[in-house]
T-cell receptor, first 113, second 118 residues
Framework: QQQVKQSPQSLIVQKGGISIINCAYENTAFDYFPWYQQFPGKGPALLIA?????SEKKEGRFTISFNKSAKQFSLHIMDSQPGDSATYFCAASMRSGNTPLVFGKGTRLSVIA | GAVVSQHPSRVICKSGTSVKIECRSLDFQATTMFWYRQFPKQSLMLMAT?????????EQGVEKDKFLINHASLTLSTLTVTSAHPEDSSFYIC??????????????FGEGSRLTVL
């Protein structure tokens, strides 16, 4: 059973465009939703995260939109740059109980000039 | 802050040998560390949860005798792949939460260890 579903699997965006990656979760107990960026051969790095008490969070060019009723959240990368080319993972967990993150399957983003 | 260090970053070994991977939280204490495994072009799959001073909890399908986990202190967890075989070749990544910030949910990852078994 896949608890976090991520789409698309891959994405090609022109430089300066907007990259949008979507995730849906099943467990309503989840209350922490981070996005990680991973470059080849490296560990995932925390990009931005959101809690269900807000509908949007923005940090620089990165924005998370959260829809609690639909159990969906998405990552928007504004003004996408070639340096943003990486694999992006959404994840979810419960903040209480020190539980592990459950990851989506990842999205390979390629930003072309 | 919140740096997790993994060592070695790459290791190549012969089939049948054992390999130890260390995971350290450098600037915080972690009562719990998580070990993930990642195959090429795939997502991170949780292998086990490591608790300081107690036995690790393994996910279904993960052989506890093959993947020995020891969490000896609040800053160190080790994963030993025993009698490694080519199918154990993978990218192993550890992660940890700052015990003083458990309620945030933040999880910090190491840089990963690439294991290649010949």
């Amino acid at each position: 059973q896949q608890q976090v579903k991520q789409s698309p699997q891959s994405l090609i965006v022109q430089k300066g465009g907007i990259s949008i990656i979507n995730c849906a979760y099943e467990n309503t107990a989840f209350d922490y939703f981070p996005w990680y960026q991973q470059f080849p051969g490296k560990g995932p790095a925390l990009l931005i995260a959101i809690r269900p008490d807000v509908s949007e969070k923005k940090e620089g060019r990165f924005t998370i939109s959260f829809n609690k009723s639909a159990k969906q959240f998405s990552l928007h990368i504004m003004d996408s740059q070639p340096g943003d080319s990486a694999t992006y993972f959404c994840a979810a967990s419960m903040r209480s109980g020190n539980t592990p993150l459950v990851f989506g399957k990842g999205t390979r983003l390629s930003v072309i000039a | 802050g919140a740096v997790v260090s993994q060592h070695p970053s790459r290791v190549i070994c012969k089939s049948g040998t054992s390999v130890k991977i260390e995971c350290r939280s450098l600037d915080f204490q972690a009562t719990t560390m998580f070990w993930y495994r990642q195959f090429p072009k795939q997502s991170l799959m949780l292998m086990a949860t490591s608790n300081e001073g107690s036995k690790a909890t393994y996910e279904q399908g993960v052989e506890k005798d093959k993947f020995l986990i020891n969490h000896a202190s609040l800053t160190l967890s080790t994963l030993t792949v025993t009698s490694a075989h080519p199918e154990d070749s993978s990218f192993y990544i550890c992660s940890a939460r700052d015990r003083d910030r458990l309620g945030t949910g933040e999880l910090f990852f190491g840089e990963g260890s690439r294991l290649t078994v010949l």
